[in-house]
């Protein structure tokens, strides 16, 4: 597909976003159609297309593997005046980018959280040749980062011993803010409490840690909500459900099936309190969605986003800390909260579109 560099007479610069499907990218590739001009954006879709997602039948750039398709790639790169990564999870990318480094002088990564952590590997020569010499090549070699989270960026650098500019910017929530607007922040009072546990099956959410801390309070009026419909294997989801199960019995439920943003909105309105037991930067979507509610958010004290929502001056609250808290200080309202505006205000639209346009122009 030739890229064009006259539009009306007027020349355009072409940006190309290296993308895989997702909710996320979903949105992010509506937000683009919405607030920036189409002709001047394309689209590289890797892996797998859902069957619902806007990416398919579209005549978008579509890869199976960057290491099959190095012929192609080279030429659709070398079309593109800026070429945007978004995420680095894949090691045969990395792999392609490091052989092909006069990429990187026009290429952004970004970051989406653990993706700026090393991979495990069992063979220590084998981390040794893609950590320490190609991935850091790589790191290194990029013209900008980027990421919502600036602690991110910092981690990357005491991990990498990187230079590369920074740039911040964040992906519009697919969880849309007016999806909320009839529902009001609302205290329990004596009638169950209800706690989201987690973001998804990924196995990085600690759910077995979780449950343990949680289920202190299990002969209290509690309900616990556990969404496992995406992100780890069959067998480390049947097992979070048998333990979970274990611990509180009818107490629990496990939301298996993907729900569309509404109704997943209607679920983040109706719990009380999240805890997010990540180790790592995870679930930003549903942390920022649940603070504009007004909900008490429980989230890992040492990781980046514990600390860039302290840095706004989100009232965010520690979930090293549950394990020792009675149940009334658990269940605790926000007092005097200015969380929601704080939100609304930073990820409104219209910073958002500032955000991307600085990074775009530079």
């Known amino acids: 597909m030739p890229w064009p560099s006259i539009k009306n007479g007027v020349q355009t610069m072409k940006i190309l976003h290296v993308i895989f499907d997702s909710n996320y990218t979903r949105t992010f590739y509506a937000f683009i159609q919405k607030n920036f001009r189409s002709c001047e954006h394309d689209f590289l879709i890797y892996g797998s297309i859902s069957n619902d997602s806007v990416f398919m039948g579209k005549e978008f750039h579509k890869i199976t593997s960057f290491r099959k398709d190095s012929k192609r ?8 005046d800026k070429i945007i990564f978004h995420g680095m999870f894949s090691e045969s990318l990395n792999i392609f980018l490091f052989t092909h480094r006069n990429i990187l002088k026009k290429a952004v990564w970004m970051i989406w959280g653990a993706d700026i952590y090393p991979k495990n590997y069992s063979d220590k020569l084998k981390y040794f040749i893609f950590e320490k010499v190609i991935r850091t090549s790589v790191v ?72 343990d801390m949680l289920g202190r309070f299990r002969n209290e009026n509690i309900k616990i909500i556990c969404p496992l419909s995406y992100g780890g294997s069959k067998d480390y989801i049947q097992k979070t459900i048998e333990y979970g199960r274990t611990v509180f019995d009818d107490k629990i439920e496990f939301l298996q099936k993907f729900m569309p943003a509404a109704e997943y909105a209607k679920v983040l309105a109706k719990c009380d309190i999240a805890v997010m037991n990540h180790s790592i930067q995870k679930a930003l979507g549903n942390i920022i969605a649940l603070l504009y509610l007004g909900k008490k958010v429980f989230i890992r004290s040492q990781t980046t986003s514990f600390r860039f929502f302290n840095s706004m001056g989100v009232q965010i609250s520690s979930a090293d800390e549950i394990s020792f808290m009675s149940f009334k200080n658990f269940s605790s309202v926000l007092h005097d909260s200015q969380n929601s505006s704080l939100i609304y205000s930073f990820f409104s639209e219209s910073n958002c579109i500032q955000m991307w346009k600085n990074l775009f122009s530079k």
């Open 73 to 80: 790639l080279r030429f659709i790169f070398s079309r593109a």
């Open 140 to 211: 290194r070699s990029f013209h900008t980062i980027s990421a919502l989270v600036p602690q991110d960026y910092e981690k990357l650098k005491e991990i990498y011993n990187t230079k590369t500019p920074y740039i911040q910017a964040f992906y519009p929530n697919p969880v849309d803010f007016e999806m909320f607007s009839d529902y009001k922040v609302q205290s329990y009072k004596n009638q169950t409490l209800t706690v989201l546990c987690g973001n998804s099956a990924d196995p990085a959410n600690n759910h077995f840690q979780m449950v």
